[in-house]
Each structure stands twice: as structure tokens, then as C-alpha cells.
């Protein structure tokens, strides 16, 4: 019997090849989309939970509280010691501190150097108690002792490849920072992708205090400030709960009153904190929940698709159900036919989407290279992901099948040999009309949704930032010296295309924005806000085309004036009416007083997301980090030769790195960039697979009216009116799904919205251009078909009359 039904099914599907083809393709492409959405929400959700000790293992944070909030990923230096030593819950505990923009290289034996690598992310300080922390898998050197020494270091074979090629790495030498001789005494695989700690060279935490003598000495016992990473393994049954009731011991015994009040500590799962963006997290859980309901959106259209192509070719089998019928099978034999044949039009469908989500997702992978992702459709058959899969599969064919079986299964067998079969014996008009509506409602939608970001990415690039941001290069300058900087900065300043010089720390808009307290003219106590400071030379302000409301600028780049600027934001916040009430005024931060000479207009310090906080600008030289060379947009390649010559004459034991400002700037709206990306990719989607349902139901309707459509002519009716008898009706389905889609839309869009601190305003034109692209894609996807029906010859469908 089941050869049986494989036979004739196979028989079905090829004489009706062009209705299996479009069913097939338009269940393939939906059901692709839910593969790559699952593979990469899996992906995302599986960072850091590969660890054995992953479920009692937390990441121990750092709220500062000001007069807002501000959440840090990082504890103070003694915390790690003090859960160890302190805590007989805690199993262990491992410090780490992350370590950008430092130059790592590769000694000759001749005093110099054979290579030099600039590093940005993957290097790190930590302790050997790490190893115990996070499973890693070594193929050279003791976990336990590696990191236990000063000045060593171990190595993922990555970049002991890079360092020191196919030479065996142990017991070699690393020149860190152009100061400090590393020995490697450790070397393990490559750590997967799905971490959050993907670092490549692990310095021993004991290096940590030796490169700044006696200082570094006690600031690895300051409470005070926050910036190293600790982890915390808690001992098998132990409820996190304990560890938080520690917090406010260790508050109290370790820190003042006032720095009590300021620190507040939490422990987070290890996994968790991936989708905490206010953690530093890179994807929100938010997002991986919308785009699980996306996936689902688009399998579900994927699905209405095929029970409306499957409808409506149910007339053209209305006469093999009663001939079946006529010779005994029964309701369940027919419903298990054409379940059959769903199911081989599913399975088609399923190894077509694997090859389609296989060809998508090295796209999506380069996408998402600021992730460092590796999603492979080999992802899918691991056990977990496998389940999912094969019950995504059941319910795809059950959902896909199920009601098109019944439908052709409950034919009345004497009125379908007869060739008298209406549309309510077909199957219910209402139910797929309401398929359309969904299909209409989704794909409104997506298009909302897409129109919002669109806007919203187009104002954050086009937003007046309060400075010049084009032509600007930022350069970096790894000297604290005085003399050094001033050099630097003549030597910058007479190359031929440089206009001009500045040393500061960062752009005017950066990611580093901590806040620091200051106490403001006569007050005793500090300000009840904090300040932002910004670093930046005489030059600073002029150079990136900053607005000065009131007072001056500084006269000279001499870093004893103690002279500050404050923008608009800090007078408003003083509660003073005119800007020049401030001036002379002195404020006390960073452990001396400064006088304010001038106020700058508002401008950015990040991105849209946050608004304009009270900023002050310092012109502090052991700050100086950053040269900032405003170019002549017409010599601009040479002149970046030239830059790069004159920097690697000053730094030769350095590495040349540099960034146009706006290319920084860019770096803030990644996420939007990747969102607005997927957004754009789904909704043509969505589109496509409307179509395909769109003419499933315009080819059911044309079947069904055929007579109707004759009869029509007969009595005069003209082709237009005819295509009115469809556009009608689809008029109708579009405007419902619209009244549906938009409120729903406004109100997701205007939550997402409420993120940014600087946005667009919802118009009405984005739900009314929602409505008309709907009705043009409706119009286009229904016109050819209505049409051939209107044009058909009357005679053919009434002579059976």
C-alpha cells in the first residue's frame, strides 16, 4: 500500500510539475530562513555554556552609582583574592584584564626585532586559577604553573604560528609593550568562536605590578577603581544566593563609607552576560527573541503558501477523489495519500533550504565578523540542535499537509464526477481569506519595521554631531613625555597636506566615556552629577570645529594653566542662566583645581543612543594618546604616506595604526547596520513568499469563477471589470492585514525607537507608504493572472452548460 501511495504521488507531483515547483521553492526559501535564524540564535545562546563548570560559574560586576547608574563588567583589583581566600563557598576565582593597543614582537638576538605586531582585543593579564575556570586544551606546559611566574605567557597555536611560525613556541622570548621580556610556557588550541573571551596570549596576572614599580605594586590593592575581570566558581550545590549576601560584607570591610555607597557588586551566569548590552554584551536577548519570531513569521507564510497553491488545485483533482471514493477508499486513505505527498514535497523542500541556508551563511558569517562568528550548517545535526530540527520538520508537514488533505478528502463523490463541485465544498473561503490576511499582515510588517530603520540609520549618519568629523586622522601617540608630544606635534604639522595639529586622548565622540566626580567653585561636597572629561590640546577645539558660546580657548598648549572649558550641558546642570556665569569659575577633578576659561557649545561624546552629559575639556599631556591631523581632502594619499614615514621616524620600535574619524564614528552603529541588513534580506523575503500565496489564491478564485466570468461576458462586461471582481476582493485583504499590521508595528517600532536618545519621529508617511507598497506588490502579483481569466473565451467555460 505505501509503494503504492509513493507511486501515485510521484505520479501527482510530476504531471502537476509547475504547481510542485513553486510549492516546493516557496517552502524552501521559507523554511531556509528559519534554518539560518535557528542556526544563528542557537550560535548566540550557546557562548561560554560549553564549560564544565559553565552552571555555577558567575561574572562578578560593578554598578557605580552617581546620580545615574553606570554598569561595568569589571570589579576592583583585590575582589578575586578576597572570594578565594575569604569565601569557603567559592571553589575558585580568576582575575582577568583586557589589553588594547599594545605592540608585541618577536627579538633577533641581535637587539632588535624580527617582527612587530600591533594588538588590539587578544591579549590579556590573568592567573592560572583561569584554566580551572574555563575548559581549554593544552598541547604544551602545565596548566596549574604556566601563569604562575612573572613575565610569561601562553600561547593559542594561532598566534604562536604568527609569532613564531612552525617553530616549536616553548621556552621562547616576546618582547610585550617594548618593555618587558615574556617567556612562553604554555601552548593550547584554538578557543572556539562561541566565547566571550576569545583571547590568543595569556600574560601571567603576576607580570601586572612589575611594569609600574612601586605604584603598580598598590594599586593592585586599590579598591577604589574598577577595571579587572573576575570570575567566580561557586562549589557544587552551592546557591548563588550566598555569593550575593558576601557583596555587602566585603562593601563594608574593604571600602569607605563613601566608596560603599558609590560600588554596588552583582554576579551574573557566565552565559548571561553575552546578552546584557549594558554589561558590554553584543547580543541582546531582545533580538535573539524577535528573531525567533521572525523565523517562525517566515515559516508560517512558507506554509500558508502551500495550503493556498495546494487549494487551489483542488478542482483539477475533484474527479480522481470520486473516482477513489466511488471504488472504496476511505476518508484515512485519502487523507494519508495526499499526506504523503506533502511529506515529499516537504523533504524536497527541507534538502533545497539546507543548500540555500549552506550558500547563505558565509554571508552571514562576514556580516557579523565584528563577532567573530563561525555558524556552519553542520551546526544542525549536534543532538540539541537535531531535535529541534526534526520537530520543526513534523510540524511543517503537519501544518503544511494537514488541511488541504482534509479538504480534498471530504469531496462528495457523485457531485465531483459530475464536475459540480462549488467553492464551499472546496474548502472554506474565510479560511483562506484569513491565510491572505496573515500573509499581508506579516509582510506589512516587516516593511514598517524596515521603513523605521531605515529612517532611523539614515538620521544617525546624517545627525550634526556639534563637530567636523571628515578628513580627520587619528594617529596614535604611544608617548607620555612632554618634550616628545611637542615634537610630535611639529613634526605632524610640517608635513605637506596636514592643515592641522592635535594631542588629546580620544575623538570628541569615543567609546571610553566614564563619568568623574567634581566639586564645583566654593562647594565642599561633590556635584550630585559627574562630569565627562574630554583631552585635547589648544588646537582641539578649532581643529574639529567645536563652537565656543563664551570666555576663550587655551592660549597655550602649557599643561601647568590648570585651565578647563565646560560645554552647554554642565552650566545647565549648575543651574546657572548665562554661560558666562561659569567663567572663572573653578571646578576640582582628577585631584587638582582647574579655572574655566570658556563654554563650548553641545556636542557628542558618543553615540545617539545617549544623551549630551556634562562634559569638561582638560588639556592634560600624560592623557595624550591620539594625534588628530585635519587633511587636505585633494592630497590625502600622500599625504598618508607621508604621515606614516614621519610616525615610524618617531616610533620605530612601534607599529603604525591609523583610523579616520568617521570610519570610528561608524563603528558605533554596527549593530543597526547588521539589524537594518537582516530586516532588509527578511522583508524581501516575506514579499516573495506573499506572492507566491498571493497567486495561489488568485489561481483558486480563477478556477472558481470561471462560469461566473463567462456569464459575465455574455452579458457585456468589459475586461476591466472583470479584473475589478479580483481586485476587489484582494483590496479588501490588503487593507484588513494593513488595519492589523500598522498599530502593531507603531507600537514595536516606537519601543525600539525609545533606545536613542536622539531619534526620528513616527510619521504617518511610513504607514501610509507601507499601504501602497502592499497594494502595488498585490496589484503586480494579481494583475497577469485576473487578466487571463478576464480574457478567456466564454464559449470554453459554458459549454458544458
Excluded at 268 to 293: A, F, K, N, V, W
Excluded at 772 to 795: C, D, F, H, Q, W
Aim: with cysteine.
Amino acid at each position: 500500500m505505501l509503494r503504492n501511495y509513493l507511486t501515485i504521488s510521484l505520479r501527482n507531483l510530476w504531471r502537476n510539475r509547475k504547481v510542485t515547483l513553486i510549492s516546493t521553492v516557496g517552502l524552501s526559501i521559507g523554511l531556509a530562513c528559519g534554518l539560518v535564524i535557528f542556526l544563528l540564535v542557537s550560535y548566540m545562546f550557546s557562548f561560554d555554556r560549553y564549560h564544565a563548570k559553565a552552571d555555577r560559574t558567575y561574572w562578578v560586576v560593578t554598578d557605580i552609582r552617581q546620580e545615574n547608574v553606570v554598569p561595568t563588567d569589571a570589579t576592583p583589583r583585590p575582589m578575586g583574592d578576597v572570594l578565594r581566600q575569604e569565601l569557603p563557598f567559592v571553589e575558585t576565582a580568576a582575575r582577568l584584564e583586557n589589553i588594547s593597543s599594545r605592540v608585541m614582537a618577536v627579538p633577533d638576538g641581535k637587539g632588535g626585532f624580527s617582527k612587530k605586531f600591533d594588538e588590539s582585543r587578544s591579549l590579556c593579564f590573568t592567573e592560572p586559577q583561569f584554566f580551572s575556570v574555563f575548559d581549554s586544551d593544552w598541547l604544551s606546559g602545565n596548566p596549574a604553573t604556566a601563569l604562575a611566574a612573572p613575565n610569561t605567557v601562553v600561547l593559542t597555536e594561532r598566534y604562536a604560528q604568527k609569532y613564531f611560525g612552525s617553530a616549536n613556541p616553548m621556552g621562547k622570548v616576546l618582547r610585550f609593550d617594548n618593555q618587558t621580556d615574556l617567556t612562553v610556557t604554555g601552548l593550547i588550541k584554538n578557543l572556539p568562536s562561541n566565547t566571550k573571551l576569545r583571547y590568543d596570549a595569556f600574560i601571567s596576572y603576576a607580570t601586572v605590578p612589575t611594569l609600574s614599580g612601586e605604584a603598580g605594586k598598590q594599586a593592585m590593592q586599590d579598591w577604589s577603581r574598577v577595571f579587572t575581570v573576575c570570575f567566580v566558581t561557586l562549589r557544587q550545590g552551592t546557591p548563588v544566593e550566598r555569593l550575593l549576601d558576601a557583596f555587602p560584607v566585603i562593601r563594608k570591610k574593604y571600602l569607605t563609607t563613601s566608596e560603599a555607597k558609590k560600588l554596588d557588586f552583582h554576579a551574573i551566569p557566565l552565559p548571561d552576560l553575552e546578552h546584557m548590552p549594558q554589561y558590554g554584551g553584543r547580543s541582546p536577548g531582545l533580538i535573539l527573541y524577535t528573531l525567533i519570531i521572525v523565523g517562525l513569521f517566515l515559516v508560517l507564510a512558507a506554509c500558508i503558501n502551500f495550503i493556498n497553491i495546494a487549494t487551489a488545485g483542488a478542482l483539477k483533482r475533484a474527479k480522481e477523489v470520486g473516482v477513489r471514493k466511488a471504488v472504496g477508499s476511505s476518508r484515512g486513505q485519502l487523507i494519508g495519500q495526499f499526506m504523503i505527498e506533502t511529506t515529499l514535497v516537504t523533504l524536497a523542500a527541507v534538502v533545497l533550504s539546507m543548500l540555500l541556508a549552506h550558500l547563505c551563511l558565509p554571508m552571514l558569517n562576514n556580516a557579523l565578523s565584528v563577532m567573530n562568528t563561525d555558524i556552519s550548517i553542520t551546526n544542525l545535526f549536534h543532538s540539541d540542535s537535531l531535535v529541534w530540527f526534526v520537530a520543526l520538520l513534523v510540524g511543517v508537514i503537519l501544518l503544511a499537509g494537514l488541511y488541504p488533505s482534509l479538504v480534498l478528502a471530504r469531496f462528495n463523490p457523485v457531485a465531483a464526477l459530475r464536475g459540480r463541485l462549488t467553492t464551499q465544498q472546496i474548502g472554506g473561503v474565510f479560511v483562506r481569506q484569513g491565510l491572505i490576511v496573515t500573509q499581508f499582515f506579516i509582510t506589512q510588517l516587516f516593511i514598517i519595521g524596515v521603513g523605521v530603520m531605515m529612517a532611523q540609520v539614515r538620521h544617525m549618519q546624517q545627525a550634526d554631531l556639534g563637530f567636523q568629523k571628515e578628513a580627520i586622522l587619528a594617529v596614535p601617540v604611544p608617548v607620555s613625555n612632554v618634550l616628545k608630544q611637542d615634537v610630535v606635534r611639529a613634526r605632524m604639522a610640517q608635513i605637506a597636506g596636514v592643515d592641522a595639529v592635535s594631542l588629546g586622548a580620544d575623538p570628541p565622540a569615543a567609546y571610553r566615556r566614564l563619568p568623574v566626580p567634581f566639586t564645583y567653585d566654593t562647594h565642599t561636597q561633590p556635584e550630585k552629577f559627574p562630569t565627562v572629561v574630554k583631552v585635547g590640546d589648544k588646537n582641539f577645539v578649532s581643529l574639529y570645529g567645536i563652537r565656543l558660546l563664551a570666555g576663550r580657548n587655551f592660549r597655550t598648549n602649557d599643561t601647568t594653566s590648570n585651565e578647563a572649558l565646560v560645554n552647554e550641558t554642565m552650566v545647565r546642570e549648575l543651574g546657572l542662566r548665562s554661560a558666562r556665569d561659569i567663567l572663572g569659575k573653578r571646578v576640582n577633578l582628577w585631584g587638582g583645581d582647574k579655572t574655566i576659561v570658556g563654554v563650548v557649545r553641545n556636542f557628542h561624546l558618543s553615540d545617539l543612543h545617549q544623551g549630551i552629559p556634562p562634559a569638561t575639556i582638560l588639556n592634560y599631556y600624560r592623557e595624550n594618546r591620539m594625534a588628530s591631523l585635519k587633511l587636505n581632502p585633494t592630497e590625502i594619499s600622500t599625504t598618508l604616506k607621508a604621515v606614516e614615514s614621519t610616525w615610524n621616524e618617531l616610533f620605530p620600535e612601534q607599529v603604525f595604526k591609523a583610523n579616520f574619524v568617521d570610519d570610528l564614528l561608524a563603528n558605533f552603529y554596527i549593530t543597526e547596520h547588521i539589524l537594518l541588513g537582516l530586516a532588509e534580506v527578511f522583508s524581501l523575503i516575506a514579499v516573495l513568499l506573499s506572492c507566491l500565496g498571493l497567486y495561489g489564491l488568485v489561481t483558486f478564485m480563477a478556477e472558481a469563477k470561471t462560469k461566473e466570468i463567462g456569464v459575465r461576458k455574455v452579458l457585456g462586461a468589459t475586461p476591466a471589470q472583470l479584473v475589478w471582481l479580483f481586485g476587489r476582493e484582494f483590496s479588501r485583504l490588503v487593507l484588513l492585514g494593513f488595519a492589523l499590521a500598522a498599530p502593531l508595528g507603531w507600537f514595536l517600532m516606537n519601543g525600539w525607537l525609545q533606545g536613542y536618545a536622539y531619534r526620528i519621529n513616527f510619521s504617518g508617511w511610513l504607514l501610509a507608504g507601507t499601504l501602497v507598497i502592499a497594494s502595488l506588490i498585490t496589484a503586480l502579483t494579481v494583475g497577469y493572472e485576473s487578466l487571463k481569466a478576464a480574457r478567456m473565451n466564454p464559449a470554453k467555460s459554458l459549454r458544458n452548460e
